[in-house]
């Protein structure tokens, strides 16, 4: 399925590979986010209910020049994890850098594909457990059969992540976007469209909603790739949360997790009570959009979703041999963020959140490594005087708080440990 912008599009890759990545850099980082990382993965798309001994089999689909592929792969080295990582990509400028990538990081657990994600169906590829499609499917002709392609290759029990552009945050974008299709049409070449673009951002009047909006930075901070993929794409659809919703039922999915969830809810933006009531009788997709509305920041949606039909069967975190798990920060430094009147200020794009934690959340969070169970820390906090049931209250507070924020998740069972217990009535 293409066209003439199609065309277009994967010219730009050739000539622009996305994003602008640098192989000798890997020696120095590993760049991580979301949708794909590993801890999110186990927790938002199998309930921690999926044994880490388990091979997994992913596939990245519009891997470009490699940041999720090597993310994920990356920690599933690290972590012991069997399973492979599949980039699937048409460009061959972005197959170069991303294997270069993995070629610094000495990766044996990737396999390359150069094919459009939507030669999948009949492709004999897969099935896949894990899906990453991270801004790929705002981009193609029709985004409703790029998302059936990657269903048709996963899984039983398995879940697709995906990132598409929402339109607020990105206010500003598609009004330059209008200005260069005048300035530089797209029958130019790409080089000399991307001197027009770069030419008009010399110049943007103070006035232009792009100088204002700090949500977008591709066209200062991502080089020639991102100047061109932000205000030169030939095809950019944006999603509101309800459009999105619709494409994913369309595409018979259902949402696991908005990430992250803190940011979809507008009770913390609407503290006035007449407003709080109102918000009682909105539906989740209904919230979900009053906050992206509400917020206004939101340039991109990222959401893990799985099968309509699929059961919501997850571990429960309140079980004692659960198993919790930090994403990307330490407990001392989770708990050095905590303030001394127990709020957590979260950042979300320039916006400032307070979450309310209690007074034991800093020792809770110093304990948690990923191996120890609830148990485990409960027991380490009663040997400093912290009964049972104060223990109890104080973790659940907690995780309900930090799961929120996407800071708090559950590990995947390891072996030899009970998988958790269901919560009752699930």
């Not at 938002?44 to 089999?57: I, T």
């Not at 891997?63 to 972590?79: E, F, H, V």
């Not at 001392?332 to 309310?356: E, Y």
Request: aromatic content about 6%.
């Amino acid at each position: 399925m293409t066209d003439a912008t199609d065309a277009q599009l994967a010219a730009q890759y050739e000539a622009y590979p996305y994003p602008r990545r640098d192989p000798r850099d890997e020696a120095k980082r590993l760049i991580v986010g979301s949708p794909g990382h590993l801890y999110e993965v186990d927790h938002w798309v199998f309930g921690a209910k999926r044994p880490a001994s388990k091979p997994l089999n992913a596939l990245i689909a519009g891997g470009g020049t490699g940041d999720a592929t090597l993310m994920l792969a990356q920690q599933m080295t690290r972590d012991g994890r069997p399973g492979t990582v599949t980039w699937l990509d048409r460009s061959s400028a972005s197959l170069k850098i991303a294997q270069a990538r993995a070629s610094v990081r000495k990766l044996g657990n990737i396999v390359w594909e150069q094919r459009s994600l939507l030669d999948l169906p009949g492709s004999g590829l897969g099935p896949f457990d894990y899906i990453d499609c991270c801004g790929v499917l705002h981009h193609l002709p029709d985004p409703l059969a790029g998302l059936r392609a990657l269903a048709s290759v996963l899984a039983p029990g398995g879940g697709i992540g995906l990132m598409v552009y929402a339109p607020h945050g990105r206010t500003g974008v598609y009004m330059i976007q209008d200005a260069l299709r005048l300035l530089a049409p797209a029958e130019q070449p790409p080089a000399e469209r991307l001197d027009t673009a770069r030419r008009v951002m010399r110049h943007l009047p103070e006035t232009a909603w792009l100088r204002l909006n700090n949500n977008v930075r591709d066209q200062s901070s991502g080089g020639d790739a991102g100047l061109y993929d932000l205000l030169l794409n030939p095809r950019d659809q944006a999603y509101t949360v309800p459009a999105l919703s619709v494409l994913l039922a369309e595409a018979g999915l259902r949402p696991a997790c908005w990430v992250e969830p803190l940011r979809y809810d507008p009770a913390p933006l609407l503290p006035d009570p007449k407003l709080r009531e109102r918000l009682s009788t909105l539906d989740p997709v209904q919230r979900a959009a009053l906050a992206e509305s509400l917020a206004g920041n939101m340039s991109v949606h990222t959401v893990y979703c799985v099968r309509a039909d699929q059961p919501d069967d997850r571990a429960d975190p309140f079980d004692l041999q659960s198993v919790p798990v930090l994403r990307e920060v330490t407990g001392d430094n989770l708990a050095k963020a905590i303030h001394p009147d127990g709020t957590l200020i979260v950042g979300l794009d320039g916006l400032q959140i307070p979450v309310a934690v209690p007074p034991l959340a800093a020792a809770i969070v110093r304990q948690v490594d990923g191996r120890r169970t609830v148990a485990d820390i409960a027991a380490v906090l009663g040997a400093s005087g912290t009964s049972p049931e104060a223990f109890s209250r104080a973790w659940r507070a907690t995780y309900t708080a930090l799961e929120r924020v996407n800071r708090l998740l559950l590990a995947a069972p390891q072996p030899g440990r009970l998988l958790p217990a269901a919560p009752s009535g699930a």
